[in-house]
């Protein structure tokens, strides 16, 4: 559109044989100028989701609040893009729903990449009680990794104390204090289990209570510098925020695979051409981890949050 609108409408007068190419009438011009600028946000959100070096799967959300703000708050003047309007924000609505709301029964996994962003952490785009289930599906997952990760450390354990010689036992208890409840076994199982419960839900409270990252910084970075403080977040957001939000990335190593297997090409062997894709996969995504922010985001749609 903005090519028409700006190259070919000079050309519009130009005449052959009598004959007039692309001559619009003024309003029809008026129109494509206005739906140009309709569908500008929209362009926006396309060519930042369409991004592989940086994180796309928690931008979903706002984003797509964004859209339906710039949408539903534009005046438009002309009876078509008054019903794009309306289309478009009950396409949004309705596509989108899963991503927007947070159900219990739903898999919620851009919603919950979108908290593990820390520039999105506050989950603006969901009322106070989704946020609150949030926090607790986050804090029930983070519990779920402490878990794994001890047994694995006690595993890990057992398999080096056969090297070593056992640590003196102590002696067991009489039959007495265990009817008096006088063995302290089951008292300390249950102190370290209120203490890991206790640890967990004031590294995800802490997290939540800080203010937003600024929509311009990276948050892979703001995890490499934080993960200490928040251990097992950290864990949690590398394996969500890695996700790409579009298949556009896969699309794009489909078509380099195809440029190496062309016919010029034909001798290649399987091996080498495996070879190819994966050191031309690996130079497309070296520049997530851990470089900086590579594209900025459009913040005109997400000033909002």
Request: glycine letters at 4%; charged letters at 25%.
């Amino acid at each position: 559109l903005n090519m028409i609108i700006t190259d070919m409408r000079p050309l519009s007068m130009v005449e052959d044989e009598g004959k007039r190419y692309l001559d619009l009438k003024s309003e029809q011009w008026s129109l494509l100028e206005e739906l140009s600028a309709a569908l500008k946000p929209f362009e926006c959100a396309t060519v930042f989701m369409s991004g592989q070096k940086y994180t796309t799967v928690s931008s979903i959300p706002p984003l797509v609040k964004g859209l339906l703000k710039s949408t539903q708050n534009a005046a438009f003047e002309s009876a078509p893009l008054r019903a794009f309007q309306l289309t478009a924000t009950e396409q949004l609505q309705e596509r989108w729903k899963g991503e927007t709301f947070f159900s219990d029964t739903a898999p919620n996994t851009v919603i919950l990449a979108t908290a593990l962003d820390p520039r999105f952490r506050r989950l603006k785009f969901l009322s106070p009680d989704e946020v609150l289930h949030v926090q607790t599906k986050l804090q029930t997952m983070v519990l779920a990794e402490k878990r794994e990760m001890d047994v694995q450390q006690h595993g890990s354990c057992s398999s080096t104390s056969t090297d070593t010689p056992a640590a003196q036992s102590t002696p067991p208890a009489t039959l007495l204090d265990s009817l008096l409840g006088s063995d302290g076994e089951d008292e300390d199982r249950a102190s370290q289990g209120e203490d890991v419960h206790t640890q967990v839900r004031n590294e995800v409270l802490t997290y939540f209570g800080e203010k937003n990252l600024a929509k311009e910084e990276n948050a892979l970075q703001w995890w490499k510098a934080n993960r200490d403080r928040y251990p097992m977040l950290a864990r949690l957001a590398k394996s969500y925020l890695c996700i790409p939000g579009t298949s556009t990335p896969s699309e794009r190593l489909f078509s380099a695979a195809g440029n190496i297997t062309s016919k010029k090409r034909a001798s290649l062997s399987q091996e080498h051409v495996d070879i190819f894709a994966l050191q031309l996969h690996f130079l497309q995504h070296l520049p997530l981890f851990p470089r900086c922010f590579a594209s900025p985001l459009p913040t005109s749609l997400l000033a909002v949050f």
